[in-house]
């Protein structure tokens, strides 16, 4: 790897972190509100994408995992009185455990066939927390209301303000150790699994365990992201996480970018927004509206937005005749 | 007693908008604002379901802003012309939490109207009346949004559902008191509701005449053993608190079984398109319901001057709604409510007596309500609607018939 690149990497995401801090202080409460859950959906972008970029497993059902984050979170604050901070971690750890059990039978469907397993997840979530057995717990129809955590008195800034920092310390954390884990031996693995997978058994790569692995991760960070969201948002019902919610996150995952790691805001940004600008344009067809936009993200930039920014800066260095960056 | 109260509001507003005219700018300095209001605009917020599995209510909220439209037209409310931001939450409650906050956080409506759906607004409830801003006449029937000492800024629509179970008790208890009743109800805060106000209805009678309760999940396929079920236990009047689908079936299965109870079916499943004619038209004849405002598709109202009104509107404004749903006309009787409650603000736009005339609604006069039917609200009660008629259907529509039966009062 060449040095100079990746130091100049490093001052760029220190100076995206900088931005990212200063940016609640000029923007409204809602505003931030509405960063936070880009933050949140980031997550758990970055999670389905080790999955469906990386590993090229392709899930329809990750709004379940995403559901039982949020629901984890809901219910040990509600229920059990923990702090909302405490409850982050368990919702990871839940879902890890979830996914991983999920990912073992799933291993042997492949592709088309593994989408449309865990599409069955996605559409049974709603019902399974309606089910009678959990209402003491879930509330039934009438979900969960949370309380929304105060900001420590030294910080002087608004709950708003304070969420926003706490997701993106999280954001920070996660995104770090995945970068970690993908640059390394396991995303190799994964990657060779994704495109030659007896060539990667023959190598030695463990292809069941690195697969189940891949979807118990890409299942907590779903779930951590899941927990905030629940916790900014300070509601949770069924309602909230119906198959709608895992499309949306694949679609994210695309319109993002395919295994790119910078990729999972891209398509953050774009799940929370361009609902917003298509119900803007037209109330009669605000899907017809998101649907066009789509094909027209997909025709301009068929690597998703980081695919066509890395091209937009190999082309500029091109012709500054400096090395092309990978 | 009523109408002279009736005839003072009346005269108050009429003297204060004649105070308005001459003194002008004088009198305008008086005039108190809240977020959202001024001298020439009102603001009001809301989400619908334009998108998403409920985006058929979508035209509720359409039909609302043609009518703020004509309102606009004639001159505005008080002089002051009504501007209703109208957002989509696909039925989402995260994202009716997002909107809600961007209509009252960066746009700073004076109030909220007509949020649609329950567990939207369940998202919402705390955070609206934690920054005090009006969330009124929702459009949904749970019972919660009547509730003023906890929620003091949140005021439903609807007839709620244990009103509307409690008229059918009401009724019972009067015609039928010897009734043995079977009740089937949808498993969540919508069946239970309903039950509640059959029990309630009831009182004490209500551990005699129940003879058996049995329920379904929406994910059931039919309730086919559950109407067998209420036929073995020798009931012979049924309350049916379903969901059109399950309203279909239940009204097919009590039939073809040879059961044949007296079939009172809730408001919800009341649609003779989709219910009681895939269901089968004959099987239904004799069910009874309620209903509180006139059906457009009735032909008894078809020359009535309210709904003769009406359908000019949707000709003029809303020429692309659809004048046989229910829901346009809904959504019109909701606008005029909201329109009245301005108009009694005067020139007090705060949002503490936008919640106060909320709350002040005396007599007022729907037209498209059933004939005698009125809007009262009071500070402890926060029930706009506490009035039905029960309905028989003859095999083509639904004929109403004895008096307007009222809840008892809270």
Known sequence: MNPEIDRRKLIGVALLIVLACALPFFIANYRVFQMTLVLAYSIALLGLNMLTGFNGQISLGHGAFYAIGAYTAAILMDKAGLPYWATIPIAGAVCFVAGFLFGLPALRLEGLYLALATFALGVAMPQILKHKSIEGWTGGVQGIVIVKPDAPAWTGISQDQWLYFFTLAWVVLLFFLGWNLLRGRIGRAMVAIRDQPIAAQAMGVNTALVKSLTFGVSALYTGVAGALGAIAVQFVAPDSFNIFLSITLLTGVVIGGLASISGAFFGAMFIQFIPNIADEISKAAPWAIYGVVLIAFMYVMPTGVAGFVRLVRARLSRRRGAPVPR | ?410
């Open chain 2, 1 to 410: 007693m009523s109408k002279d109260l009736l005839r003072v509001s009346r005269r108050t507003a009429l003297g204060a908008a004649v105070a308005l005219a001459f003194t002008g700018n004088a009198f305008a300095q008086a005039a108190k604002y809240g977020p959202g209001a001024s001298a020439t605009e009102i603001k009001l917020g809301q989400t619908m379901p334009y998108s998403g599995p409920a985006s058929a209510y979508g035209t509720i909220g359409k039909v609302e802003q043609a009518y703020f439209k004509m309102i606009n037209d004639n001159g505005g409310i008080n002089g002051r012309k009504v501007n209703l931001i109208s957002l989509d939450d696909g039925y989402s409650p995260p994202k009716a939490v997002e909107q809600v906050r961007r209509l009252v956080e960066q746009d700073e409506v004076l109030a909220l109207f007509q949020t649609l759906g329950t567990p939207s607004n369940s998202a919402i409830h705390k955070y609206v009346n934690a920054k005090k801003v009006p969330h009124l006449l929702l459009a949904t029937g749970a019972t919660k949004w009547g509730d003023p000492k906890e929620f003091p800024w949140t005021m439903g629509f609807n007839l709620s559902y244990q009103s509307e179970g409690q008229i059918y008790a009401k009724w019972l208890l009067k015609n039928k008191p010897n009734a043995k009743i079977g009740v089937l109800y949808q498993n969540d805060d919508y069946g239970k509701d309903v039950l509640k106000g059959v029990r309630d209805g009831l009182g004490a009678a209500a551990a005699k005449m129940i003879v058996k309760e049995v329920t379904y999940e929406v994910t059931d396929p039919t309730v086919d053993s559950q109407i067998l079920t209420l036929q073995g236990s020798g009931a012979d009047t049924f309350i049916d608190i379903t969901t059109p689908k399950f309203g279909a079936q239940a009204v097919r299965k009590a039939f073809d079984s040879g059961w044949k109870p007296l079939h009172i079916i809730n408001n919800v499943s009341s649609s003779i398109g989709s219910v009681l004619v895939p269901a089968g038209v004959e099987k239904a004849v004799g069910a009874m319901t309620i209903n509180y405002y006139k059906d457009p598709n009735d032909p008894q109202w078809k020359d009535d001057p309210a709904m003769l009104e009406w359908r000019a509107f949707m000709g003029r404004y809303y020429r692309e709604g659809d004048p046989k749903d229910p829901s346009n006309l809904y959504g019109y009787l909701a606008a005029q409510v909201m329109t009245q409650i301005l108009k009694q603000c005067g020139n007090d736009l705060s949002r503490e007596n936008v919640m106060r005339q909320a709350a002040n609604l005396k007599n007022f006069k729907l037209p498209l309500l059933l004939p005698g039917m009125t809007a009262n609200t009071g500070p402890n009660d926060f029930f706009m609607f506490e009035q039905a008629q029960l309905a028989r259907f003859t095999g083509t529509q639904w004929q109403l018939f004895g008096d307007l039966i009222s809840t008892d009062s809270r």
